[in-house]
């Protein structure tokens, strides 16, 4: 049986994982950006954060939008070339952006999030929906997103008693 609650943490959990993606879409649209360069100087396990979305599971990797996030405040962001304001971007956020959006992300309810129960749970609810005779209706373009959170890579750590390197993968398609 369903809870409501349950779906209710779920939904915001979700609604606030776009709303972090969301506020890093938004202050790059209204920041100057700088040319793409300088990424490859950055360590990996300098990075905070990393999003993805492909609208083709077919999609080659480069076929994606991403966005790294670095504890340094650098923001990479790389939109397809198929789509409007194709290209390869960089934005610096200032410390204080920086705190905010790590605040978002260690948020206990994205750090427990899980995909297979909300998916289980929609799952669920089609059947149920199919089973009354409603009209059931889907989306055929469904987007791939990815999101890799390392918890502990700044300050305050997101994980306690975990190793600093490690990962929150949240994987969603639909």
């Known amino acids: 049986m369903i809870i409501f609650s349950d779906r209710l943490l779920f939904r915001k959990v979700f609604e606030l994982s776009q709303l972090c993606f969301n506020f890093l879409l938004v202050f ?15 360590l990996p396990e300098d990075m905070l954060v990393r999003y993805s979305e492909a609208h083709n599971a077919g999609d080659a990797p480069d076929q994606a939008i991403t ?6 405040g650098d923001v990479f962001i790389v939109i397809p070339e198929y789509m409007q304001q194709a290209g390869h971007y960089h934005v610096l956020l200032e410390p204080e952006q920086l705190d905010g959006l790590w605040r978002l992300l260690i948020h206990e ?13 929609q799952i669920k609810k089609q059947q149920s929906l199919k089973e009354s005779g409603a009209v059931i209706t889907s989306v055929s373009d469904k987007a791939e997103v990815l999101l890799e959170i390392y918890p502990n890579r700044y300050q ?3 994980l306690v008693g975990v190793d600093g390197d490690a990962v929150k993968h949240i994987n969603w398609s639909g």
Do not use: S
């Open 28 to 42: 790059f649209l209204c920041q100057p950006v700088q040319a793409f360069q300088g990424q490859d100087a950055l």
């Open 109 to 121: 309810q994205i750090l427990t999030f899980d995909a297979h129960t909300l998916r289980d749970m």
């Open 67 to 72: 966005i790294a996030v670095y504890r340094t």
């Open 156 to 158: 305050p750590p997101g």
